[in-house]
């Protein structure tokens, strides 16, 4: 659904229109445009939804938030490419996808996020997760849009 400033400031509550506009303008949301203003996709507004969070809830400074979301746009960039290549990996005969499975298992030090895991949760006690209005602190990959021309199409 897409949506104007208005629109986006009645859907979400805690929001107001001038913090969203200044928001558009330090590049932390790029709506797409029309001839009447932004118009807000489900994306643009669930990345709305997280500066929320992250200034309201969790009280990031302004100056922090480029680099926070930057990292955040850079971490689901890699979820998704992670994604693809598994894709293609399972799109390969079963011998190839063996062979592949077999090296990564053969690595060693480090042997991935699985031993890095259970080295920190063996000395140390996992942090709580904090919700704050539905988020988790680990926010899913929907908040988060790639760097760059983005094709409305």
Known sequence: MRQNEKQVVATV???????????????????AADER????DEL???RIRLVCDLKKDLALPQHAMPVVLSLLDQVHGLRRELRDLAEAV???PDATR?????????????QGLTAF????THHHK???????????VFLPS????????????
């Not at 509550?13 to 709506?31: D, F």
């Not at 203003?37 to 807000?40: A, D, E, L, M």
């Not at 895991?117 to 920190?120: A, D």
């Open 13 to 31: 509550h805690r929001l107001q229109l001038r913090e969203l506009r200044l928001w558009v303008r330090e590049g932390w949301i790029r709506p």
């Open 117 to 120: 895991r259970r080295q920190w």
């Open 90 to 92: 399972d799109r390969q």
């Open 44 to 46: 643009d507004v669930a």
């Open 98 to 110: 063996k062979a592949i499975i077999n090296t990564y298992r053969r690595r060693t030090p480090p």
């Open 37 to 40: 203003g932004p118009i807000f």
């Open 126 to 136: 996992p942090p709580p997760v904090r919700r704050s209005g539905g988020w988790l």
């Open 142 to 153: 929907v908040v988060s849009r790639p760097s760059g021309p983005v094709d409305r199409g």
